[in-house]
């Protein structure tokens, strides 16, 4: 009976753990949302993205046309359409890739890239239409955005070129951006904080399994752990936007720093938070389920 009490406990704690680590990073997303779009992302207004449009393309011609950069604005008539067109690149290069595959492992691999990038580009694209998102694609040296909407975000696209003269940080984010990598350790992690029981020093002493010290290691850190595979993403895109900061200083009329100032908060808020988010939610995973499992 007891035995059977215990398994039962066991199977509710890690549904429990796993449904918190799941669910609970939509609240705190949303409520960081909310307060960046009344104290930071506050939309601009016609004078401000007329002004911002001249300086965002007058720096563009000075600084990176001559280096071979290329800059699309979305809102111009002869770029209309471009998402559509960069997605069917995209998807024509992935079943390409997908059907010179050499066994059915690399085909699943290469299956599940392709829809992770299209599922992920399709809302960038809607995200940039609408003038709430802009990227810089660093194969084509291409800055991506709507001049009409959001010009101020081109200095932070700006900082994601510089990053990328930097041999490290351009090895580092490519392996980081890799989202497999990323879900791999993710999932290893959780599911070691979910099965592993909590032990006392004895038992781990006692304990027969030779990775019984690395599991119960994992589960102890599980949370930060969780932050820190997010770390060298939230180091890049900092970078990138103080990289911007420095650019836009060299350029923009005083009174109109601040406004530059609060995008560059509000992505680096964004980003910082979500490493941290990451980590509570493992965090409180673990805590759910060890709460569920061991009573005492
Ligand atoms: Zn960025």
Redesign the pocket.
Request: hydrophobic share 10%.
């Given at each position: 009976m007891d035995k059977k009490n215990n398994i039962i406990d066991t199977v509710t704690g890690i549904g429990a753990g796993y449904a918190v680590y799941r669910y609970a990073p939509n609240p705190m997303f949303q409520l960081r949302m909310k307060l960046s779009k009344k104290y930071l992302d506050t939309p601009l207004s016609d004078s401000e993205i007329s002004a911002f449009k001249q300086i965002g393309n007058d720096l563009f011609e000075q600084r990176f046309k001559p280096l071979g950069y290329n800059l699309v604005d979305v809102a111009r008539p002869e770029n209309f359409g471009y998402g559509t067109k960069q997605l069917e690149e995209l998807t024509k290069a992935y079943d390409d890739y997908i059907a010179a595959s050499k066994n059915f492992i690399q085909r699943a691999y290469r299956k599940y890239l392709k829809n992770y990038y299209v599922r992920d580009y399709k809302l960038t694209d809607s995200a940039v239409l609408q003038g709430t998102n802009a990227?810089?694609a660093g194969k084509s040296k291409t800055f991506v955005l709507n001049m009409d909407k959001k010009p101020v975000y081109l200095f932070?696209?700006m900082?994601?070129a510089i990053n990328a003269q930097n041999p490290l940080l351009k090895e580092v984010s490519s392996v980081y951006k890799n989202p497999i990598v990323r879900k791999f350790w993710l999932t290893a992690i959780l599911a070691t904080s979910l099965l592993t029981n909590k032990k006392t020093k004895e038992e781990l002493e006692q304990s027969n399994n030779p990775f019984a010290k690395v599991n119960q290691f994992v589960k102890k850190n599980c949370g930060i752990l969780a932050g820190l595979l997010l770390l060298p993403a939230v180091a890049?895109?900092c970078l990138?936007?103080v990289q911007g900061q420095k650019l836009a200083q060299s350029i923009v009329p005083k009174e109109m720093m601040k406004r530059v100032t609060k995008t560059h908060l509000h992505?680096a808020i964004g980003?910082v938070l979500g490493a941290v988010f990451a980590g509570l939610a493992m965090y409180l995973a673990n805590f759910v389920r060890d709460k569920i499992v061991h009573k005492n």
């Open positions: 990227y810089y932070h696209e900082g994601h890049e895109e990138a936007n992505s980003y």
